[in-house]
C-alpha cells in the first residue's frame, strides 16, 4: 500500500457562489463593465532576499486567483534592486514554492533588473523636469533633515541644484566616479507634506555590490519605490495589488507614475496575513536561520512554504485557506488552528490510514500459537472508498503504544490494564493477564491472551469492550524516528516582548519532540518523501524529504487529529 503521494499541480476548486465578492472583486468587475480595461493584469513581485512564507501565500492567491477568474493573466516579477540581500537560491525556491501551490506564470516571468536601464532613463526625465536632484548629504543627515510626524523636514541645501549640473553628476555617478553613499538621487516633492514618503524620497544610491543577474555592470541601483510603479506600468499591469503597509507609498507610486508620464496602473491594498503564534518577517525569520535556532528555511517549524512543504502541509489546504479568510483593508490575525483545520480537512480525505506506535510496549499474546502469521484487512481510508484495503500481518508478539496500559487505570480510562478486555484495531480482542517491570519499576512488557472468535473485531456471543487500540506485529514493523512539531512560538503574538526582550524570547522549547525506536506498519516500507499518512488515533504525518531514507525513515507530524477549531467554532454555534 503506497502512501498519499501529494499533487504539486493546480487543481480548480470551485467557487462557492455563496460567498460574498469581496472590495478588489467589485474593482475589477466595475472596471470591466465600464470598458476601462479589456482584461485584467497582475503581478506577484516578491523580492528575492529570503524564502516565502504563508503571509506570500495570499498575495499569490489572490493575484493568479484574481487573473484566472476574470480571464487575465498574472506575471510573476522578481523585484531585484538590492544586490546585498539578493540571491540567486531565493530566486529559485520562490518559483518552486509557486509552482508547488498550484500555478503558471507561463512565459512572463520577469525582473526588475530587466528594466535597469529603463528606470535610470525614467530618473533622467525626472531630473531634466526639475523634479528629482543630486544631493551630497548622508544618509544619516537625510535623516535628520526628514523631520517627523509631527515636525516638517528641511530642505536639503542641495536641493536647488542646477538641473543640468545634477544630470552631470548623476551620470557620473553610473560611471563609477564617487564612493558608494557619498551622493543619492532624490525627488523633488515637498518636505513639509504630512506623509513622510513624500519628503524628497531617495530614489537611486551608489552600491558597489555583484547583482545576482546584471553582474557589475551597475554601480548605481533603484530604490524600491523607483522601481516597483514603473515595473507595473511597463508590464501595463492594470490592478497592482500590494499589502497594506504599502499603503502610505501609494501617492509616491502615483506621482512617479504622473510625473515620469507613463501608463498609470491602479494600486489597491488590502490587508496582509497576521498568523497567530508566527513571525511574518524575512528579515527576523533570516535571523533565525542564521542564528541557528532553526535547521535552515526549510524546518518544518518554520512558517515558510518550503517548510511547510517539508513538513506535510498540502497545496490545496493552504490555498484554501487563503481563499477561506477574508480580504479586508483591515489588519487582524487569524488563528493558526484555522490554518491546521484546512490542513487536517484535506488530509482527512486523501491520506491513507496505518498503524505507529511511537512509544513501543511489547506486548506476548500467550495463547497465540508461536510462528503463525495472520494477514489481517485493514481499510485505507473509510472517507474515500475508492482506496482499497490491505493486509496487516499479525503475530504472537505486538508493540503497543505505552500510553495504552494503565497499572493503576482511572475513571474512564478503557484501554489495557491488569484483567481488563481491549479490542485491537482490525484484529482480535485481546486481554491482560499479567505484566512484567524492569529494575527501575518501568513496565516493559504485558503478557495477554486472545479470543480467536473475535477476529475483525467482534464477538460471537455479543459481548462489548469499550476500548480499541491500535499496534503492530514486533516481527513485522519497521522502526523509525518520528517528529512531533508543535508551534515555533510559545505565545499568540511573538511580536509583542517587553523589558528589552526580543521575539526570540517566545521560542517555544518544546517546538520538536524527537522520538526514536518507534514502530510502523510494513506497508510503509514503500513510502516515499513527501507522502502522507495518517497514524490512526495518533495524527496526521509525512515522511521526511530531507532526512528520511527507505533504511531509516523519518515521520514528520502534520498536525494532530484533534481539530481545534471546529470545536470551537461548533460551540459558539450552538
Not at 116 to 136: N, P, Q, S, W
Not at 346 to 371: H, S
Not at 459 to 470: E, F, L, M
Amino acid at each position: 500500500m503506497a502512501a498519499h503521494r501529494r499533487a504539486t499541480t493546480h487543481m480548480n476548486e470551485p467557487n462557492d457562489s455563496s460567498t460574498p465578492k469581496h472590495f478588489i472583486q467589485a474593482i475589477i468587475e466595475e472596471d470591466l463593465a465600464s470598458g476601462k480595461h479589456e482584461r485584467i493584469v497582475t503581478r506577484f513581485p516578491p523580492e528575492p532576499n529570503g524564502y516565502l512564507h504563508i503571509g506570500h501565500a495570499k498575495s499569490i492567491c489572490l493575484n493568479f486567483g484574481m487573473a484566472a477568474q476574470y480571464g487575465g493573466t498574472c506575471n510573476l516579477r522578481f523585484d531585484d534592486t538590492n544586490p546585498i540581500k539578493e540571491e540567486q537560491e531565493y530566486v529559485d525556491s520562490i518559483k518552486e514554492d509557486i509552482r508547488w501551490l498550484g500555478f503558471d506564470w507561463e512565459d512572463r516571468e520577469f525582473y526588475a533588473s530587466d528594466y535597469f536601464e529603463t528606470l535610470y532613463e525614467y530618473a533622467v526625465r525626472l531630473i531634466e523636469k526639475g523634479k528629482a536632484y543630486v544631493d551630497d548629504l548622508s544618509a544619516d543627515e537625510i535623516r535628520e533633515h526628514r523631520g517627523t510626524l509631527t515636525e516638517p523636514g528641511r530642505e536639503s541645501p542641495y536641493r536647488d541644484r542646477p538641473v543640468e549640473e545634477s544630470l552631470d553628476l548623476f551620470r557620473r555617478m553610473r560611471a563609477g566616479e564617487f564612493a558608494d553613499g557619498s551622493r543619492v538621487l532624490r525627488a523633488k516633492i515637498d518636505m513639509a507634506s504630512g506623509n513622510l514618503n513624500l519628503r524628497d524620497p531617495v530614489l537611486y544610491r551608489i552600491l558597489r555590490a555583484h547583482h545576482h543577474r546584471t553582474g557589475d555592470d551597475w554601480c548605481i541601483y533603484p530604490m524600491y519605490d523607483m522601481a516597483h510603479g514603473q515595473s507595473d506600468s511597463i508590464e501595463r499591469i492594470t490592478h497592482s495589488l500590494c499589502t497594506l503597509e504599502f499603503e502610505d507609498h501609494r501617492p509616491l507610486y502615483d506621482w512617479l507614475v504622473e510625473e515620469i508620464g507613463i501608463y498609470p496602473p491602479r494600486q489597491i491594498e488590502f490587508a496582509r496575513l497576521n498568523l497567530s503564534h508566527t513571525i511574518m518577517s524575512k528579515r527576523k525569520l533570516l535571523e533565525l536561520v542564521n542564528d541557528g535556532l532553526v535547521d535552515g528555511w526549510d524546518d518544518p517549524r518554520m512558517p515558510t512554504l518550503s517548510g511547510m512543504r517539508r513538513r506535510g502541509f498540502t497545496a490545496r489546504s493552504i490555498r484554501r485557506f487563503c481563499d477561506g479568510i477574508s480580504v479586508a483593508k483591515a489588519n487582524s490575525t487569524v488563528d493558526i488552528q484555522l490554518l491546521e483545520h484546512y490542513v487536517r480537512e484535506d488530509l482527512n480525505k486523501i491520506a491513507p490510514r496505518v498503524m505507529g506506535v511511537l512509544r513501543p510496549l511489547r506486548v506476548v499474546i500467550e495463547n497465540y500459537p508461536e510462528g503463525q502469521v495472520e494477514e489481517l484487512d485493514a481499510i485505507n481510508n473509510p472517507e474515500n472508498p475508492d482506496a482499497g484495503s490491505r493486509k496487516v500481518p499479525f503475530s504472537r508478539v505486538l508493540y503497543v503504544d505505552r500510553n495504552d496500559f494503565h497499572e493503576d487505570p482511572p475513571k474512564k480510562y478503557f484501554r489495557l490494564a491488569p484483567g481488563r478486555e481491549v479490542r485491537l484495531r482490525y484484529g482480535y480482542f485481546i486481554t491482560c493477564v499479567d505484566f512484567v517491570k524492569n529494575d527501575a519499576g518501568e513496565v516493559v512488557e504485558l503478557r495477554c491472551t486472545y479470543d480467536p472468535e473475535t477476529r475483525g473485531g467482534s464477538a460471537p456471543d455479543g459481548r462489548r469492550v469499550r476500548g480499541t487500540i491500535h499496534w503492530v506485529s514486533a516481527e513485522h514493523a519497521l522502526a523509525a524516528e518520528v517528529r512531533l512539531y508543535d508551534h515555533l512560538f510559545s505565545v499568540a503574538d511573538p511580536g509583542v516582548v517587553e523589558g528589552g526582550a526580543d521575539f526570540k524570547s517566545h521560542l517555544n522549547p518544546d517546538s520538536r519532540t524527537v522520538l526514536a525506536g518507534c514502530r510502523v506498519e510494513p506497508s510503509l516500507a514503500e513510502a516515499r518523501a513527501g507522502d502522507c499518512v495518517q497514524f490512526e488515533r495518533v495524527g496526521y504525518f509525512c515522511v521526511d524529504s530531507k532526512d528520511s531514507t527507505p533504511q531509516d525513515p523519518v515521520f514528520n507530524r502534520v498536525v494532530s487529529l484533534r481539530d481545534t477549531w471546529a470545536k470551537i467554532q461548533k460551540k459558539q454555534a450552538g
